[in-house]
């Protein structure tokens, strides 16, 4: 019996730690804390400059120990996916847009779909996009853009990838799968060469989660018609996924001077034909296109 007590303890107090470190680690510049009914999470933001553009950054902790979070957060991120219990994870946006500012964002939480708002560090089509929604945000008027239309990153770009998501939305907790990998592109003159290496493998300690039964496939909101010609030429439409992948395909331009940041996502999609996640996708286009 006092055996284990000992074990019981020393579970409660490693899943308190980690919830400590899964909040240090969301640590930004809009941070908040949310005590909504059973839910304990944080978010936060950050912007990073690079290569004469910005990374806007979108974090979420789960502080629960034991249960996940099932969050939407609409504009910045992360889209319809689980944080798993005392995890953290952040969604990348790489955008042109150097007038950064607060925003009143919604977010969603919970398998019932209870809204809150959480601030974010976002742009000016952000903010306005955000207005159009239920949860209106009350700040500032909107000013001049800053933008930084210019050429492709010399050496290119990438962000590190972490994603959950169940394979079976019906029992999230036994069947969610770990995906980890590298998103971005490299560039040569006026071209540029999109990639997304992965690997998934079942979230340790949950035994039920079938990686083929996922398939993933792109998104492509702005200049669809460039985008996917581009894709299919080196790819099927869609993939079910495999333990380990590569996803790549080459984008041409005319000019090495006159490229901006466009919206695209992955989307990971059950047998039922549910998004059961989505990731952004770094791309840009060519001002002439």
């Not at 809009?30 to 912007?47: A, I």
């Not at 400059?49 to 609409?74: E, K, M, Q, T």
């Not at 490299?186 to 398939?215: A, C, H, N, P, T």
């Amino acid at each position: 019996m006092a055996l284990r007590r000992f074990v019981l303890a020393a579970s409660f107090i490693g899943g308190v730690m980690s919830s400590y470190a899964a909040q240090q680690e969301c640590k930004g510049d809009t941070n908040q804390e949310h005590h909504l009914g059973n839910f304990n999470f944080v978010t936060s933001s950050w912007v990073e400059n690079i290569d004469g553009r910005r990374r806007y950054v979108s974090c979420v902790a789960n502080l629960d120990v034991g249960s996940d979070l099932l969050v939407h957060w609409f504009i910045p991120g992360p889209y319809k996916e689980y944080v798993p219990s005392s995890r953290v994870i952040t969604r990348i946006r790489l955008r042109d847009d150097l007038n950064t500012r607060p925003v009143s964002g919604c977010l969603q939480y919970g398998g019932l779909g209870e809204l809150t708002t959480a601030d974010f560090l976002g742009t000016t089509d952000d903010e306005e996009r955000n207005k159009k929604g239920d949860c209106k945000n009350q700040a500032a008027e909107v000013r001049d853009v800053g933008t930084a239309i210019g050429g492709l990153p010399p050496s290119g770009y990438a962000d590190e990838v972490q994603v959950y998501f169940p394979s079976d939305p019906s029992n999230p907790y036994d069947t969610m799968l770990e995906l980890t990998g590298k998103i971005g592109f490299s560039v040569d003159g006026s071209m540029y060469s999109s990639f997304f290496q992965y690997s998934v493998q079942q979230l340790q300690g949950r035994e039920k989660g079938v990686v083929e039964e996922i398939r993933v496939e792109p998104y492509f909101p702005v200049a669809a018609d460039k985008f996917v010609a581009a894709y299919t030429k080196a790819n099927a439409n869609t993939y079910a996924l495999s333990k380990e992948g590569l996803i790549n395909f080459k984008f041409f331009g005319e000019s090495n001077n006159s490229w901006r940041t466009v919206e695209a996502y992955y989307q990971f999609i059950d047998k039922e034909n549910h998004v059961v996640a989505r990731i952004p996708m770094p791309l840009m286009l060519y001002e002439g296109q």
